[in-house]
């Protein structure tokens, strides 16, 4: 009787979910299914809702999963083994660790399912395509807001994250050879890396400000740096102009308080709408570009409040 | 003599037979899930797909059946997701960094998790700290050495051909190429035969039982209980090595950040394998039979395309339900 009991509770859990779902069985069409890095932040849940937008823009299935934290690199590739047996039409997939993924990929490749890498990618030439935020036309497009908040002329720096992962590079290229190109009046007299740290890029910030009293600005390319710049400034008391990278509640609030002019945004929702998109494309037979730009915006004070920003920065 | 063995067959007889009636219903329960998910899916019930819900269950089934054996002394231990980690970075260490060869790094795995719960064995029965909060205490420690021994970064097993192997080659698929079988649930079933041996045929077995139904009883019949509970630990602890082998061999690489919250999804299928929370009762089995269960739940789950938010809302309705039978079962009885 006991069993029976435990049997029926079993069963009617699976059959409620069985349910649940079943509206999306019904239909014939294509079955995606998203593997993220993570799945509580907020920068993931505007990356689902991106893929949801265009799951139903498109008419397609779309699941999307990610690990707790992004150091389960075991749970994300449960969820990969999952995604796999279900044999959907196409996988989306940003790798915790692309190394570790490299079985489930060629299982992939071997049952003609495409793999669509976003985000930071897959590190494998298995994916068809990788979209992601283009990260030197973002930093260019920080240039050109810097020019115009400056008067297109005078010294400038750079405190950046590091001279090693690709978003260092690509953004210090992308602002520095921007400024170069577009602005000749401007000079980058410094760039300078801080680890991403916000404190050794306030004594990074200290140090170039004090070494150049006619600075008129600094771009801090990516969160923690670009702290680090607005505190370094608001410590010696200067009034050079601000410009950040993505978002997070520290940012919001110094561009709130005008203490930064305003920053980069990547578009997470348009990392999940062009996932789906892409795969829908790869499955169409169609033939897809190596990189595709997931877009970015520059967001300050009087757009920040805009639902298409908002929806994009998170605290 | 006869004052020392007293005490034990008596608390182990009780446990054995209810053990026997949970695992019958633990064990219909999964069968229950499988064919639910069968017949909802039909990409559920494939070679592959087996293969892949037990790849799954390889760690946490590990874990859980070390987190067993002090849940049925009365105790907990909540270190055993983060020394999985350590054990892993250190296999990393030993065999990465230093260079030297598999076996080394096998053994240290497997010495430094049981030197681990040595510490903690230690830490409860001589200072008298409660489990939960030394082993707290431990899981944050071997976090945070994780990340000191590593430098903060996954060390990968490149120059060690063969690691992988332990996880993911396959003994049985060469003999048997339909069944590819990965290695890593043969050392799962591995440690469930021994941790049963164990339980069952050992004087170490007899006062983890014994510890957990009447402490103070085999104190007073002149049993070192202190020795038997470090013991207990450190037997804990080697086995969280090997899971730590495990997922590091899965992965080619330790991954030092990883392990914080895995206690809890062993210690999840402990519950739900039947062994009581509240010690002297408990089997390897009961707890194999949870960890296939959370598996089989997350893996068919997936299959149904169900989203995640109701996958752990399910999870959590399982683990009552679960416990909440036996509760019921035992007030019949």
Redesign the interface.
Known sequence: MLTRRTLLGAISAVAMLAAASGPTFAQENYDIAIISKGFQHQFWQAVKAGADQAAEEFGVTVTFEGPETETQVDRQLDMLAAALSRQPDAIGLAALDSQAATPQLQQAQSANIPIIAFDSGVDSDIPVTTVTTDNVAAAALAADKMAELIGDEGKVAVVAHDQTSRTGIDRVDGFVNRIKEAHPNIEVVSVQYGGGDQLQSTEITKSILLANPDLKGIFGANEGSAIGVVNGKTELGSNIVVIGFDSGAAQKGFIESGAMAGAITQNPVGIGYETVKAAIGALKGETLPAIIDSGFNYYDKSNMADPEIAAVLYD | MTDTTAPAPAAKTGPRISGAFHR??AF??LI??IV??SL??P??L?T??IL?IL??TS?NGVLAIAATLVIITGGIDLSVGTLMTFCAVVAGVILTYWGLPLPVGILGAILAGAASGLVSGTIIAKLKVPPFIATLGMMLILKGLSLVISGTK?I?FNDTPGFNQIA?GSFIGQIFPAVPLPNGVLVLFAVALIAAFVLSKTALGRYTFALGSNEEAVRLSGVNIDRWKIAVYSVTGAICGVAGLL?AS????A?P???Q?YELDAIAAVVIGGTSLSGGRGTVLGTLIGALII?VL???????????E?QTV?TG??II??VY?DI??RR?L
Not at chain 2, 250 to 253: A, F, T, V
Not at chain 2, 298 to 308: E, K, M, W, Y
Request: proline letters at 2%.
């Open positions: 019958l219903l219909s329960g229950a899930l639910a998910f909802a899916s990409n559920f494939q592959q797909n892949a790849q799954a760690v996954p990968y993911l997922i899965r992965l080619n690489s991954q950040a990883l392990g919250g598996s997350a893996n068919g789950l997936r299959i149904l395309s169900v989203a995640q109701w399910v309705c399982i339900l679960a039978a019921l079962r019949a």
